[in-house]
């Protein structure tokens, strides 16, 4: 399933260092999301884009941010402001209308 | 604020028995509701929704509005079901899901 990439798979951040993880879909959908996945805790919403230029945030928006510049890409910053980033990301998107999401293979971020 | 509820973050079953996964939700309107599965390796996809009412690798939902459920059942477990079940409830312009229920069917 190609119609969302996720890059890189595996990502190491040092102290104080700002990553950035990226999303791009070719599906056409103008709503896109990222989410944190933590062990017993699920997803948790950090951000979300319902059309280009335009993102709200989410449950966990603090130390993240995005930027939509073009339908198909919806990349995350991870800041060092985030003190525990050490997380699995994944991004989402969805068509228009209430549809079901598209997930990618997901980004693992850990701290060196 | 926690919109999805999965109660159970484990459940345990023998292959042929029957399975049901918690979901509840808190919106007091019209939701639209979502079962996704994670199976091992890959990519999280969705299981069912409840406006098809559909019934997807023996899998069926009932949207309860008076217990504002939705859990997730099917007569006879298989253990290729043994996997991750998030339910999720869209609404206003987001979709939310619950902690997960980690499913494992022994044989």
């Known amino acids: 399933d190609g119609g969302i990439t996720q890059s890189p798979k595996y990502l190491f951040r040092k102290e104080g260092q700002n990553v950035t993880l990226s999303c791009e879909q070719n599906?056409?959908?103008?709503?896109m999301y990222w989410y944190r996945q933590d062990p017993g805790q699920g997803l948790r919403l950090i951000y979300y884009s319902q059309i280009v230029n335009d993102f709200q945030k989410g449950d966990i928006a603090e130390g993240y941010s995005v930027s939509r510049e073009k339908k198909e890409s919806f990349p995350l910053t991870v800041t060092s402001a985030q003190k525990n980033p050490t997380a699995f990301y994944l991004c989402a998107s969805m068509g228009s209308g209430v549809q079901p999401q598209h997930f990618g293979d997901g980004t693992r971020l850990s701290i060196l | 604020a926690q919109r999805v509820t999965q109660p159970e973050k484990l459940l345990s079953v023998f292959k042929g028995a029957p399975v049901e996964l918690k979901c509840n939700y808190s919106y007091s309107g019209s939701p639209e509701l979502f079962w996704y599965v994670q199976y091992s390796r890959q990519r999280l996809q969705l299981l069912l929704r409840?406006?098809s009412r559909e019934s997807i690798k023996g899998f069926t939902a009932d949207l309860n509005k008076g217990e504002t459920s939705f859990h997730l059942k099917k007569p006879f477990a298989q253990e290729e079901d043994s996997a991750m079940y998030y339910c999720?409830?869209?609404?206003?312009?987001?979709?939310?899901f619950g902690a997960g229920t980690r499913l494992t069917v022994k044989p």
């Open positions: 999720a409830e869209y609404n206003n312009n987001d979709m939310r």
């Open positions: 409840h406006i």
């Open positions: 599906l056409n959908h103008d709503a």
